[in-house]
């Protein structure tokens, strides 16, 4: 299920439009997110070499991200969603907005101007909330991040029976050098 939508402009991030039906109270703590994806869209804004389509995750939950022409569209739903019925629903939504509105996004000034567009993202939302649309592949430019790793939080080692590669290879340098470091010594 897409829990919200929102339009940005990039790279100064002035909301231009977002999503204002009642699917925003399905998820009691959607507000928090809504939160989230502006400190998300902030943080991403200051990058200068970002993918035009990516997906960021945060818990059971996914930011869906689409650049275009300056503009950031973004989508919020669970992971467990079709990556591809999520991109597809962003292309469309870009297509329609940059039809409508492309000669003055430039030069807008006033935070949310195009909040008529809500309109149309409702109805591209519930196409898009249909089984049959989970059949979309997802990009194949898509590039995936977490949440913590895009906003510069450092997340805890997690030493599970899966394992961590990236640890495990820290590890596994420390532990190189450690015994290099000793056959020095002993020399």
């Known amino acids: 299920m897409l829990y919200f939508t929102s339009i940005w402009r990039y790279p ?8 204002m039906s009642s ?4 998820l009691p703590e ?9 400190a998300l869209v902030r943080k991403l804004c200051t990058e200068t070499d970002l993918p035009r389509t990516m997906q960021i995750d945060h ?27 999520a991109h597809a629903y962003l ?14 996004i430039q030069n807008e000034t ?3 101007k195009f ?7 409702s109805k591209s939302r519930k196409v898009y909330a249909m089984p049959r649309a989970t059949a979309s592949k997802p990009p194949a430019s898509l590039e995936r991040r977490t949440y913590n790793r895009v906003m510069g939080i450092v997340d805890p080692p997690s030493y599970s029976s899966k394992g961590n590669t990236e640890v495990m290879i820290v590890a596994g340098v420390c532990s190189l050098f450690s015994i ?6 002993l020399s």
């Not at 818990?59 to 989508?75: E, K, N, P, Q």
């Not at 292309?91 to 003055?104: A, G, P, V, Y």
């Open 110 to 112: 006033r935070p949310y």
């Open 59 to 85: 818990g059971a939950y996914c930011y869906h991200i689409l650049f275009d022409y300056g503009v950031l569209y973004l989508t919020f739903c669970e992971k467990t969603d079709s990556v591809g019925a």
């Open 30 to 38: 959607v507000e928090t997110w809504k939160k989230h994806a502006q």
């Open 23 to 26: 699917v925003d109270n399905c």
């Open 91 to 104: 292309d469309e939504i870009q297509k329609e907005f940059t039809s409508l509105f492309s000669d003055q």
């Open 180 to 185: 290099l470091f000793l056959m020095w010594m």
């Open 12 to 19: 100064d991030t002035l909301p231009l439009t977002a999503s």
């Open 115 to 121: 909040i008529r567009f809500d309109m149309f993202m």
